[in-house]
């Protein structure tokens, strides 16, 4: 998480996500939003097209993804992360923080999307296959303590807002 705090600050962008592959421990895809350019361009988004133009399928199969990002996704990068399959997240400054910040656009957890979906892996279907739901098993991790602070920090100074974060 650190790095991605680090990231963050050198390309001057708040919102920045990294995916690790923790069988490896290595780092497989980094990235800052670019929204300026391309309002879909969230870091999530953004760093999930970089590990799909870095590896197949069948790689990212063989792979143990946890997405780092420094702000609890929104609901497009939600069902992006989870039709990309990723089971593991976590993130720093959670959306009712932001939201106080400045952010305008959307406040629902990210859980709230994560809890709807369907295991992707799953060929069961709930509207084919009535009570036979295999719901998405998901690790949603908030980061607490000194990281959350200086990446509210950042968050604050990216939306210019003096308003403090309940949580830090
Ligand atoms: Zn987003």
Known sequence: MLHTLQLARSNKEAFTAIIVDRSTNK????????????PLQHSETAVLEKLIEKYT??????????????????????GAITWLNITEIVYCTNR?????FGETLFSMRANTIFHNAYKTSSKKHPIDHGLSINT???RLIEMTGDIQKMCNKLFQQHYNSTVRCPSG
Do not use: D, G
């Open 96 to 100: 009712p923080c932001l939201y106080l």
């Open 27 to 38: 780092i497989v895809a980094e990235s800052s939003a670019n929204y300026h350019n391309n």
């Open 57 to 78: 399928v069948k790689q990212r199969l063989n792979m143990s993804l946890t997405l780092y990002t420094t702000a609890e996704p929104c609901p497009m990068c939600s």
């Open 136 to 138: 998405y098993n998901y």
